[in-house]
């Protein structure tokens, strides 16, 4: 699969085409970023490891990142603070790793700007097909790049507009700056504009994998989504919640 020259390691289709995919693991256990680090250079990706969020930031700093895997509770600067400071600049993918497992804990991850959550310890395998599924998304839809004529879409609901050729969002005239899972998640509902999905179907759709427990994954996104096109985010225009059921993208 590829995507502008890029392809995902791992990936069927073809030889590798264009450039090295970077992945930046930063967690204080060096034992931890050494098996991580064996799992994702055996499928092919590139690897820049970091011990705490200053080192991690540096790294960022010096060369082109395109995921990043953050430890929460880290020396010098933890993991929610280096991921807001990430997210100041820039929208590469984010997965946070944390020993905590309680639904707090993924909530304050994903609103520091996280796109997904894994608990610790976690099968290696889930890891690397979350990666691939956060590349593919950030690749295709997070680069700016235009697709070839003729494949672009102009989804709209009311004065909410999903430009799938420049991967823009705009409100009334106005560009909203989105993550690319964001995007997606507008895209997505947007083009289905009037239909309910559940929690599930939305994490599927966007996500591209199956959905292990999506429910504060897709709900928090959601609310930062609501943020961001809303006038008033409690009462949404746009977005809305179908109790009991899922969201919509109401067509207006």
């Known amino acids: 699969m590829t995507s502008g020259g890029w392809r995902i390691p791992g990936d069927k289709g073809g030889e590798r085409v264009g450039y090295d995919v970077n992945i930046l693991v930063c967690d204080d256990d060096r034992e931890i970023v050494a098996a991580i680090e064996i799992y994702l250079r055996s499928e092919g990706y590139e690897v820049f490891p970091a011990y705490d969020g200053l080192a991690a930031l540096d790294i960022l700093a010096a060369r082109e990142i395109h995921l990043v895997l953050m430890d929460i509770m880290m020396p010098k600067m933890n993991g929610m603070l280096t991921t807001m400071k990430i997210r100041e600049a820039q929208n590469i993918p984010i997965i946070m790793l944390s020993a905590k497992s309680e639904d707090y804990d993924k909530v304050t991850g994903l609103n520091a700007g996280a796109d997904d959550y894994m608990t610790k310890p976690f099968n290696p395998l889930e890891l690397i097909a979350r990666v691939r599924s956060q590349l593919r998304r950030y690749l295709e839809l997070g680069s700016g790049k235009k697709e070839p004529e003729g494949q672009a879409g102009l989804y709209r609901a009311g004065g909410l507009l999903v430009d799938d050729g420049q991967k823009m969002v705009f409100l009334d005239g106005e560009q909203v700056p989105v993550t690319p899972i964001e995007f997606g998640i507008l895209r997505f509902l947007t083009s289905n504009a009037g239909r309910v999905f559940s929690i599930d179907q939305i994490y599927e759709a966007v996500w591209r994998?199956?959905?292990?427990?999506?429910?504060?994954?897709?709900?928090?996104?959601?609310?930062?989504?609501?943020?961001?096109?809303?006038?008033?985010?409690?009462?949404?225009?746009?977005?809305?919640?179908?109790w009991g059921i899922g969201y919509k993208m109401e067509k207006c």
Not at 214 to 233: C, D, F, L, M, Y
Request: net charge positive; hydrophobic share 30%; proline share 9%.
């Open 209 to 242: 994998g199956p959905a292990y427990n999506a429910g504060n994954t897709v709900s928090v996104h959601i609310r930062r989504i609501r943020e961001k096109i809303e006038i008033n985010p409690k009462e949404p225009k746009y977005l809305k919640v179908v």
